[in-house]
């Protein structure tokens, strides 16, 4: 319990301090984890064998084998599925697109690692 206004600001900003640590190093993990996903479900993709007339390489997002394509293209409600690939590739276009002329990737063409790094996981839409 604080006593007095200054230890309750004092809190307060120890409290910003610890959730920017924690958020810096949140960021890193996610990114050193999304690569080390795509990484292996690029191997695991490739090696799947031929089905539907399809073979399967390295772009697991857009050319996903089975299971896999179940996971990327989720059952909707209201039927239907979801095409996770398709989000994340509308979500890649809005970034490239908000791009500052000065950037070196500006109205470059969407690769792969963009769309990789727009997908949710599950966590938005």
Do not use: K
Not at 6 to 11: K, S
Not at 41 to 52: E, G, H, I, K
Not at 79 to 96: D, P, T
């Amino acid at each position: 319990m604080t006593r007095t206004p200054h230890e309750a600001v004092a809190l307060y900003r120890w409290n910003a301090h610890m959730s920017a640590a924690l958020h810096e190093s949140l960021g890193l993990v996610e990114v050193a984890l999304r690569n080390a996903i795509d990484r292996e479900l690029r191997v695991w993709n490739q090696r799947q064998p031929p089905a539907f007339d399809t073979t399967y390489d390295d772009a697991w997002v857009e050319n996903p084998s089975r299971p896999l394509w179940a996971i990327l293209n989720p059952t909707q409600r209201h039927g239907g599925r979801r095409s996770i690939y398709q989000a994340a590739f509308r979500r890649a276009l809005q970034s490239r697109d908000r791009r500052d002329h000065g950037h070196p990737r500006f109205g470059a063409p969407i690769t792969h690692d963009d769309v990789v790094a727009h997908i949710t996981f599950g966590t938005g839409p």
